[in-house]
């Protein structure tokens, strides 16, 4: 699949839920401007996971970034070139971010347009600390002036993997809590 841009064609990648694989995997395709589907970073920390490879990320078609549940990261910045979200079927917000820990700012410096089915709900961010005011007037202004900040904890489902690495790198369970 290829989308197109002003200056040419964009190369695209599928989405997933990134972690150490989603990452290489992502390397290996370094023409990728645009994700399709979800982007799901959540569980990770700052200290083990580099999230800088996102950067040349530019789009995000027929899918929701999804950022929660996050230690260490004092923003997004490593998505900087991120202009678009777009998941018009979808009654979910385009944006969720929620119960970073660490999180000083949003820091999606590009980005000019989400789109979602339900406009009102286009993006939706849950911050522990108080976020500057520039952030918050420019990320009103993406979301046509609706309100999308709200301080506090959001009460969402925790996934944890239990993983065992063999030789082949098989990812063994999946265990779900719900609160």
Same mark, same amino acid.
């Given at each position: 699949?290829?989308?197109?841009?002003?200056?040419?064609?964009?190369?695209?990648?599928?989405?997933?839920?990134?972690?150490?694989?989603?990452?290489? /995997? $992502?390397?290996?395709? %370094?023409?990728?401007?645009?994700?399709?589907?979800?982007?799901?970073? *959540?569980?990770?920390?700052?200290? #083990?996971?580099?999230?800088?490879?996102?950067?040349?990320?530019?789009?995000?078609?027929?899918?929701?970034?999804?950022?929660?549940?996050?230690?260490?990261?004092?923003?997004?910045?490593?998505?900087?070139?991120?202009?678009?979200?777009?998941?018009?079927?979808?009654?979910?917000?385009?944006?969720?971010?929620?119960?970073?820990?660490?999180? /000083? $700012?949003?820091?999606? %410096?590009?980005?000019?347009?989400?789109?979602?089915?339900?406009?009102? *709900?286009?993006?939706?961010?849950? #911050?522990?600390?108080?976020?500057?005011?520039?952030?918050?007037?420019?990320?009103?202004?993406?979301?046509?002036?609706?309100?999308?900040?709200?301080?506090?904890?959001?009460?969402?489902?925790?996934?944890?993997?239990?993983?065992?690495?063999?030789?082949?790198?098989?990812?063994?369970?999946?265990f779900i809590f719900l609160e």
């Open positions: 699949m290829f989308v197109s841009n002003v200056g040419g064609i964009l190369k695209t990648c599928e989405g997933g839920i990134v972690d150490k694989r989603f990452l290489e /995997k $992502f390397q290996e395709e %370094p023409e990728c401007r645009v994700i399709v589907g979800d982007l799901v970073i *959540k569980g990770l920390n700052a200290n #083990t996971t580099e999230l800088e490879k996102l950067r040349r990320i530019e789009r995000i078609e027929q899918g929701s970034l999804v950022f929660q549940q996050n230690i260490g990261y004092e923003s997004m910045l490593f998505l900087r070139n991120l202009e678009v979200i777009s998941h018009p079927d979808s009654p979910e917000p385009a944006l969720q971010i929620a119960n970073n820990y660490g999180m /000083k $700012f949003i820091g999606l %410096p590009s980005l000019k347009t989400v789109k979602a089915a339900d406009e009102d *709900k286009a993006i939706e961010i849950y #911050t522990y600390e108080e976020m500057p005011k520039s952030e918050k007037r420019r990320l009103r202004a993406v979301a046509n002036k609706r309100e999308v900040f709200t301080l506090g904890e959001k009460n969402i489902g925790q996934i944890r993997r239990a993983r065992e690495e063999y030789s082949d790198n098989a990812v063994l369970g999946r």
